[in-house]
């Protein structure tokens, strides 16, 4: 079936580590997203990417940094640089957005 | 700016309807839609409408948008025990910005 790989669900990081989140899709779709969710809070847009080897920032990309080298794959890398790490880190991605997003299960990160 | 808003918490009694309400601020809003997001895991698209429309039904769910007030709704007939999650309202446009805007998301409850 095809759909969209999030791992690891969950993940804990020392403070002033680099930890990379895995986003693979099968559903040979252009475009994908990431973004944050925090409780009581919608979704917050962190990059996109609307082809191969290009990217964009959205709307709070600091702390954070991405890399689209093959369609399938959109991994997300928090760095030390994002002060507020902890939060649930959702992959997306989409044919055409009149269609809506087909999104992974997700990622819980924690910062000990 | 754009923003969309809906209320926080909806608790209902199996078998009733459930309302959930969204309004949104952007006019020029193309593609809107519904998802739902059950504890721990990712969002799943439940249904979209183009803004074009007034009305789409589909089993259950009927969504309703009102363009003058910019305003959608979403009902779920006999809501379910299962039905109990965290519904996100969400619009896009074809022109201008790329982003998705996200609700902030309606909680969900239904008593036995």
């Known amino acids: 079936d095809g759909g969209i790989t999030q791992s690891p669900k969950y993940l804990f990081r020392k403070e002033g580590q680099n930890v990379t989140l895995s986003c693979e899709q099968n559903?040979?779709?252009?475009?994908m997203y990431w973004y944050r969710q925090d409780p009581g809070q919608g979704l917050r847009l962190i990059y996109y990417s609307q082809i191969v080897n290009d990217f964009q920032k959205g709307d709070i990309a600091e702390g954070y940094s991405v890399s689209r080298e093959k369609k399938e794959s959109f991994p997300l890398t928090v760095t030390s640089a994002q002060k507020n790490p902890t939060a649930f880190y959702l992959c997306?991605?989409?044919?055409?957005?009149?269609?809506?997003?087909?999104f992974g299960s997700g990622t819980r990160l924690t910062v000990v | 700016g754009e923003d969309v808003e809906q209320s926080l918490f909806l608790s209902v009694r199996e078998g009733d309807s459930s309302v959930i309400n969204c309004t949104y601020t952007?006019?020029?809003?193309?593609?809107l839609y519904w998802y739902k997001q059950e504890p721990g895991a990712g969002l799943q698209l439940l249904t979209y409408i183009f803004s074009n429309m007034d009305m789409k039904q589909d089993q259950r769910l009927t969504v309703l948008l009102n363009k003058k007030d910019k305003h959608l709704s979403l009902r779920i007939a006999d809501t379910q025990t299962g039905d109990s999650a965290i519904y996100f309202c969400a619009e896009s446009k074809d022109t201008g910005g790329f982003k998705t805007i996200f609700g902030a998301g309606t909680r969900l409850f239904v008593k036995a």
């Open positions: 997306a991605s989409s044919e055409h957005r009149k269609y809506g997003y087909t």
């Open positions: 952007d006019s020029s809003s193309t593609y």
């Open positions: 559903l040979n779709h252009d475009a």
